[in-house]
């Protein structure tokens, strides 16, 4: 009975779905208000609808209803719980609904939250925001019902692919999703200014939380699965630049420009086309990601489950919805009017090149991803691209962004000093060269990584100048300090954390990339190994049984000049519902590096081992939290939380940036004085 | 949008310079990326072949190649060392023998598809690589058509299930 009330309520929220994406756009249209005032019930009816169906769907998996296909495909009864939960959005059907119950939570965010914009605005943005979802509803409906009986229905599930059974990906789609659907809210304001003919700061500060949003969690998504992958699958690797990866790295590099672009319209009123651009491309990558994704048409290692006919529907959907976005673009950018000058040496220009690099890294990304897709198609040849293309490509672009990460923050806006700018940096030209003799000293190369941590050392120096400018360190006495870096903005304070985050981030990466030593033999109890300065010895090996595997498991200590540092417990699972094996790594954690043991076959009364030693690993993992960290204090900026005073002044007049600036003044005056 | 187009002239000019500036930046960061990517597609693609291919090919032994098919039923054998294993790749037509030292991919088993990364040595096939994919019902999409075409397909239109 749940299954159809589910697949009811679907019904109705796409026929509401209809009535949103119609009647508001043609109420906005002719400024009928009451026309207009359809979209807020409506986004609200649309998240009860969906949520009504997404509840019945975990419902049916929470009771293991193995008359519903879908469960029975993808769950069983003798799973963990939180399995069953996660097994919800772990298969294609289930995470289609999952998507559009993320959609129904942003149109349901942008109803509350967005009361302050201008009727028309909003009902534009819910009308597009709906009508996304009705493409997203009907390809659910006709091609993927999650709602399907079987008959008659199995005594148990299929259980859910073991590799999936881990908290790292339980968690991995839903953050990924709400990155990828957050990109949604922006596109659907980018459109509804272009219906308007009307870009302006406000716009943009408007835009700004959903794409932080966004970013944050797709920052958090990317970085969980990355994990996961190093983890689980026991390959000792965290990026493979697999066509998957790409297809969320894509709209990542987007968002993050996007951001940046978003503040030059904010603050200057210039850069309003371009941005509305990124916005609409950075929605049409991740439709994109998602068609790659689940159409299957590029080979990948993460492709779980595929279907061509799904897949053109998909593009079919992109080809519509870009298209359509994109043509409207081409016909009314041109009314929108630049604003404010500035010259190609400014805080804007930074911010210009900024864009530039990530749009270009964006397209090589995008060219390395869809070449052997085009080869194919054209000429019938099966050609991979594989991570050297990106290392000989995207990481070089890269260098001139992290370089310009330091400068770009301590230009001043329309047009900057370029000789003061670098005198400032003068402390970051040191640390960059301190950091090149002492890694030369110690590791003695390769140059890659020379070069790669000496520009994390200048870019996190460059951060550090520019903070310590802002609170006059040692200028005025430390308390007085203190209290200024108290009073900036959370936005500033989220562009330092962001910062700082990259060039911790980068380290990781470079160390990871460059110094990875690993050591496959055969080992068995009582052998010893010595990787990367520390001894692994094997003290045992036995069978273990877990809630639905049997495992071997081994036990390995693990010394550094005879003190103990760890012991690690690597398995090699075996799930008998579904006949899989599976490698849980054993992992222990320094600061400064991971060392990292996998159990291969056994070898007689030995076993196959690979341990390895990962140098830096931690860091990135520590990178990808600053940045998500630095998303949230972003977002906690009093420019825009919710119900903030600033609200009621900002639809009355602009007088609400000239009040806040007349008490930021005195503020300086004070503390001048 | 009618504005008076007094005093827009002078900066029209300051704009059009300004524009053109970045448009000239864009386009060089463009043609710089252009040239990256070419010259990295030209050593960095690895083509993908079934075993019947190779047969009727030749390569320089430091050509990078992936090999794709089903690993053939009893061919997987184990050295001594516990670490290298040998074992042929069938498309249906055609079987090349691999080798390969270290930590097979969990799925890897007789029976399934494998897409093997390295180098052509003569008439073995060394790998550095070995791929299997996370689904056990997995087969490379290009070893489903060979054996569509050879007629030894055995599984439904649905190569890969839900």
Redesign the interface.
């Known amino acids: 009975m749940t299954a159809e009330l589910g697949h009811f309520a679907l019904i109705l929220a796409l026929v509401l779905a209809i009535v949103q994406g119609v009647v508001p756009l043609i109420g906005a249209q002719r400024n009928n208000d009451a026309w207009m005032a359809v979209a807020r019930p409506a986004a609200i009816g649309q998240f009860l609808f969906v949520s009504m169906a997404f509840a019945c769907l975990m419902y049916a998996y929470v009771v293991s209803d193995f008359s519903v296909a879908n469960v029975a495909q993808n769950s069983h009864s003798a799973k963990p719980l939180m399995y069953k939960f996660s097994a919800v959005w772990g298969n294609h059907e289930g995470s289609m609904v999952f998507w559009i119950w993320i959609l129904a939570v942003y149109g349901l965010a942008v109803a509350l939250f967005g009361r302050h914009l201008p009727d028309s605005l909003r009902a534009r943005v819910l009308a597009i925001q709906a009508l996304i979802t009705v493409g997203f509803l009907l390809f659910s409906l006709a091609t993927s019902n999650p709602f399907l009986r079987l008959d008659p229905a199995p005594f148990d599930g299929r259980d859910l692919n073991p590799l999936l059974q881990d908290p790292g990906l339980a968690f991995h789609p839903p953050l990924l999703y709400f990155g990828y659907v957050g990109l949604s809210v922006t596109f659907s304001f980018a459109v509804a200014a272009l219906i308007e003919g009307r870009v302006d700061p406000a716009w943009a500060r408007w835009v700004r939380p959903w794409t932080l949003l966004s970013w944050g969690t797709l920052t958090a998504g990317i970085a969980l699965g990355s994990w996961w992958a190093y983890y689980e699958l026991g390959w000792g690797g965290f990026w493979f630049w697999d066509p998957v990866e790409n297809a969320s790295f894509m709209p990542w590099l987007l968002a993050t420009a996007l951001l940046h672009s978003a503040i030059v319209a904010e603050k200057r009123d210039a850069l309003k086309s371009w941005t509305i651009l990124l916005a609409i491309l950075a929605f049409a990558l991740s439709l994109l990601g998602t068609f790659l994704v689940r159409s299957g048409l590029l080979t990948s290692v993460h492709s779980f489950a595929s279907d061509p006919e799904r897949g053109i529907f998909i593009l079919g959907f992109l080809v519509l919805v870009v298209g359509g976005a994109l043509a409207l673009f081409a016909w009314r950018a041109p009314m929108l009017k630049g604003g404010g000058q500035f010259r190609p040496v400014s805080r804007e220009g930074a911010l210009v090149l900024n864009n530039l690099l990530l749009v270009v890294g964006c397209v090589t990304v995008f060219i390395g991803t869809l070449y052997p897709l085009v080869l194919d198609a054209f000429s019938g040849e099966k050609v991979s691209v594989g991570p050297p293309f990106f290392h000989s490509t995207f990481v070089w672009m890269m260098v001139p962004l992290l370089l310009l990460t330091a400068a770009g923050p301590l230009m001043a806006w329309k047009r900057a000093d370029l000789p003061h700018v670098v005198r400032r940096l003068t402390i970051a030209f040191v640390a960059a060269a301190i950091i090149i003799v002492v890694t030369i000293a110690v590791r003695g190369g390769p140059w890659g990584a020379v070069v790669g941590l000496s520009i994390a050392a200048w870019l996190f120096t460059g951060v550090m100048v520019e903070f310590a400018g802002r609170v006059r360190l040692f200028k005025v006495p430390l308390g007085q300090s203190v209290r200024r870096a108290l009073g900036i903005p959370r936005a500033a304070w989220g562009m330092t954390i962001a910062h700082a985050g990259v060039a911790v981030l980068v380290t990781g990466l470079v160390g990871a990339s460059n110094w990875e030593e690993k050591v496959e033999t055969v080992m068995s109890p009582g052998d010893v190994v010595s990787v990367g300065g520390y001894e692994f010895t094997m003290m045992s090996i036995g069978d273990i049984q877990g809630p639905n595997y049997t495992a071997r498991q081994a036990d390995f200590r693990v010394e550094r000049n005879g003190n103990l540092v760890s012991v690690l417990q690597p398995e090699k699972r075996h799930y008998p519902v579904q006949n899989m094996p599976t490698t849980e790594a054993a992992i222990h954690s320094t600061w400064l590096a991971d060392l990292y043991v996998v159990l291969g076959d056994p070898v007689g009364g030995a076993s196959a081992v690979r341990i390895h030693h990962n140098p830096l690993v931690p860091w990135i993992w520590g990178g990808a939290a600053i940045l998500v960290i630095a998303s949230i204090v972003s977002l906690t900026d009093r420019r825009h939380r919710v119900g903030a005073p600033a609200r009621r002044t900002r639809r009355a007049a602009p007088g609400a940036d000239v009040a806040a600036n007349a008490a930021g003044n005195a503020e300086n005056a004070r503390s001048k004085a | ?1 009618t504005q008076t187009t007094h005093g827009r002239r002078g ?1 029209g000019m ?2 059009k310079h ?1 524009r053109l ?2 448009v000239g ?2 386009m060089a ?2 043609g710089l ?1 252009a040239v ?2 070419f ?3 030209d ?7 079934t075993p019947s291919d190779l047969e009727e090919r030749t390569f320089a032994p430091e050509q990078r190649l ?1 090999v794709g098919g089903l690993v053939e039923e009893g061919t997987v054998e ?1 050295s001594a ?3 290298t294993v040998r074992f042929a790749v069938t498309d249906g037509a055609a079987s090349l023998p691999v080798t390969y ?4 991919p ?2 890897f088993r007789e029976g399934q598809g494998v897409v093997a990364e390295g180098f052509l040595k003569g008439n073995l096939f060394q790998a550095d690589g070995v ?1 299997a ?4 019902n997995y087969m ?3 070893v489903a058509e060979k054996l569509k075409a050879n007629g030894q397909w055995q599984g439904g239109d ?1 190569a ?3």
């Open positions: 949008m900066r300051k704009r300004k500036i970045f930046a864009g960061a463009l990326a990256l990517v010259s990295a597609f050593d960095n693609l690895v083509y993908f072949f992936r184990k060392d516990g670490l030292t270290g930590i097979l969990d799925l791929l994919k996370h689904d056990e490379p999409a290009e649905e890969a299930t839900p």
